[in-house]
């Protein structure tokens, strides 16, 4: 069926707008014994020092070219000359530091004490790795949808198609990432959205009414990953607004629509819903904290505020590394199995699940040990297999557990080639479960803070 772009139907102008986790990821390491495989790429060492001159040794972040990055800005005048040696004198420290541990142990071994060697070994003798605005607010559009005839309200962060993440971006002043890789999600992950050609004027997407959904958070069949339908009146003089998909279903029935499926797949999780016309699923919104700390500590909720009246919502934005290390920011929606959904105070969204064998979802690594920071278990941030432009980015997580073999000796590790590099010391899990962490640039995340 041919693929149907918004950029083939006028746009109204007017309209134009992740400790208790810690111990739901490491369960899956007593059951399963199936070492995650790494892509054969060229190691590299943290605790070597860096070489500036190369090219291919520099803290850089692509979003900005070859334009050099401070931790989580640009570098000022001298000030970059001022972190390389502040780097290198660290990177010096911890190996002297390192060194001088293996020794001790060395020689209280030889002198028998193995009983307080081995608690030397399980102490975790590494640093804290603290980075700055581990967490920072993000405040993202709200879409008006319906669901039964009651409003849901729902944000747009990824579309399979350019040109449509392009329109949804003008539509909601708010960048939506071109995402390739969510068109490829299997059938049994995608709920329905319909979009209407005509009709009754309103806030839709193309200017008319409002975009109806098929499902909504509490019920089985929901998902955030959603194919877009066409819905066109054949007599517009005639329409009505319809507020659900059983309506749409029924006007097609009754020869008063036409309904067009896309290959089109994006990425709208559901914020604030208006509950069922059953009474079976009530009314609410996500989970809300009351205050973002700087600590990086995820918390059991994910949204400061949701505004309907400003159509807005504010997420809490964690800070972690892309593959080639930049600063890369990302916010949690759902989660595919209830006890990660329920820890981070997100919504469950079991369709998902269908993303985890396939190339829809992508690998997203966290640490159970080690260095401690500001990741989700209390140890150092994640690192992302991919990242926003690339090819194979997918909002669509599948979590990977990192745990190093002997803390004690744990470094920072902050890209592909780090996790490379030290994958003999460390094991590698799937947690087995997929959680929806749409991504963001440095640029959007500091221009849309509250």
């Given at each position: 069926?041919?693929?149907?772009?918004?950029?083939?139907?006028?746009?109204?102008?007017?309209?134009?707008?992740?400790?208790?986790?810690?111990?739901?990821?490491?369960?899956?390491?007593?059951?399963?014994?199936?070492?995650?495989?790494?892509?054969?790429?060229?190691?590299?060492?943290?605790?070597?020092?860096?070489?500036?001159?190369?090219?291919?040794?520099?803290?850089?972040?692509?979003?900005?070219?070859?334009?050099?990055?401070?931790?989580?800005?640009?570098?000022?005048?001298?000030?970059?000359?001022?972190?390389?040696?502040?780097?290198?004198?660290?990177?010096?420290?911890?190996?002297?530091?390192?060194m001088?541990?293996?020794?001790?142990?060395?020689?209280?071994?030889?002198?028998?004490?193995?009983?307080?060697?081995?608690?030397?070994?399980?102490?975790?003798?590494?640093?804290?790795?603290?980075?700055?605005?581990a967490?920072?607010?993000?405040?993202?559009?709200?879409?008006?949808?319906?669901?039964?005839?009651?409003?849901?309200?729902?944000?747009?962060?990824?579309?399979?198609?350019?040109n449509?993440?392009?329109?949804?971006?003008?539509?909601?002043?708010?960048?939506?990432?071109?995402?390739?890789?969510?068109?490829?999600?299997?059938?049994?992950?995608?709920?329905q959205?319909?979009?209407?050609?005509?009709?009754?004027?309103?806030?839709?997407?193309?200017?008319?009414?409002?975009?109806?959904?098929?499902?909504?958070?509490?019920?089985?069949?929901?998902?955030?990953?959603?194919?877009?339908?066409?819905?066109?009146?054949?007599?517009?003089?005639?329409?009505?607004?319809?507020?659900?998909?059983?309506?749409?279903?029924?006007?097609?029935?009754?020869?008063?629509?036409?309904?067009?499926?896309?290959?089109?797949?994006?990425?709208?999780?559901?914020?604030?819903?208006?509950?069922?016309?059953?009474?079976?699923?009530?009314?609410?919104?996500?989970?809300?904290?009351?205050?973002?700390t700087?600590?990086?500590?995820?918390?059991?909720?994910?949204?400061?505020?949701?505004?309907?009246?400003?159509?807005?919502v504010?997420?809490?934005?964690?800070?972690?590394?892309?593959?080639?290390?930049?600063t890369?920011?990302?916010?949690?929606?759902?989660?595919?199995?209830?006890?990660?959904?329920?820890?981070?105070?997100?919504?469950?969204a079991?369709?998902?699940?269908?993303?985890?064998?396939?190339?829809?979802?992508?690998?997203?690594?966290?640490?159970?040990?080690?260095?401690?920071?500001?990741?989700?278990?209390?140890?150092?941030s994640?690192?992302?297999?991919?990242?926003?432009?690339?090819?194979?980015?997918?909002?669509?997580?599948?979590?990977?557990?990192?745990?190093?073999?002997?803390?004690?000796?744990?470094?920072?590790?902050?890209?592909s080639?780090?996790?490379?590099?030290?994958?003999?010391?460390?094991?590698?899990?799937?947690?087995?479960?997929?959680?929806?962490?749409?991504?963001?640039?440095?640029y959007?995340?500091?221009?849309?803070?509250?």
């Open positions: 069926m041919e693929q149907v772009l918004f950029t083939n139907f006028r746009i109204n102008p007017a309209m134009t707008k992740i400790r208790s986790l810690g111990v739901l990821l490491i369960l899956p390491l007593l059951s399963i014994s199936i070492v995650s495989a790494y892509v054969e790429i060229p190691s590299a060492n943290a605790l070597t020092k860096r070489d500036y001159t190369s090219p291919n040794d520099q803290h850089l972040t692509a979003l900005y070219g070859n334009t050099v990055v401070c931790g989580d800005h640009l570098c000022g005048p001298g000030e970059f000359s001022k972190l390389q040696q502040e780097l290198n004198d660290a990177q010096t420290k911890k190996t002297n530091t390192t001088h541990q293996n020794s001790m142990i060395s020689n209280m071994t030889q002198q028998g004490t193995m009983s307080e060697t081995m608690s030397m070994q399980s102490q975790d003798l590494g640093s804290v790795l603290k980075l700055s605005n967490n920072l607010p993000l405040v993202i559009p709200l879409v008006k949808g319906l669901y039964d005839g009651k409003d849901v309200y729902y944000i747009t962060t990824e579309a399979s198609d350019s449509v993440a392009n329109d949804l971006g003008k539509f909601t002043n708010f960048p939506v990432t071109f995402a390739p890789a969510i068109g490829k999600a299997p059938a049994s992950a995608l709920a959205i319909y979009v209407f050609k005509n009709g009754v004027t309103g806030t839709g997407v193309l200017g008319f009414q409002p975009n109806v959904v098929d499902s909504i958070p509490g019920e089985s069949k929901y998902s955030p990953l959603w194919k877009i339908n066409f819905v066109e009146w054949k007599d517009p003089t005639s329409a009505t607004v319809l507020g659900s998909d059983d309506d749409i279903i029924s006007a097609f029935s009754q020869g008063k629509v036409t309904i067009t499926p896309t290959n089109v797949v994006v990425n709208c999780p559901i914020v604030q819903w208006g509950g069922d016309k059953e009474g079976t699923i009530p009314a609410g919104h996500m989970k809300i904290r009351d205050a973002i700087e600590s990086g500590d995820y918390g059991n909720a994910q949204v400061l505020n949701i505004d309907t009246q400003k159509m807005q504010t997420f809490v934005t964690h800070r972690g590394f892309g593959p080639d290390g930049s890369i920011y990302y916010i949690a929606t759902d989660a595919s199995q209830k006890g990660p959904a329920d820890a981070l105070g997100v919504v469950l079991n369709k998902t699940q269908a993303t985890i064998t396939g190339s829809s979802s992508a690998d997203l690594y966290q640490f159970s040990n080690g260095i401690k920071g500001s990741g989700p278990l209390g140890f150092q994640g690192v992302a297999g991919v990242k926003q432009g690339d090819p194979y980015y997918s909002p669509m997580w599948r979590i990977q557990v990192v745990t190093w073999k002997d803390p004690s000796i744990a470094t920072v590790l902050e890209n080639h780090d996790l490379t590099s030290k994958s003999d010391l460390t094991t590698t899990m799937p947690a087995g479960f997929i959680v929806n962490c749409p991504f963001f640039g440095i959007t995340v500091y221009a849309h803070m509250k």
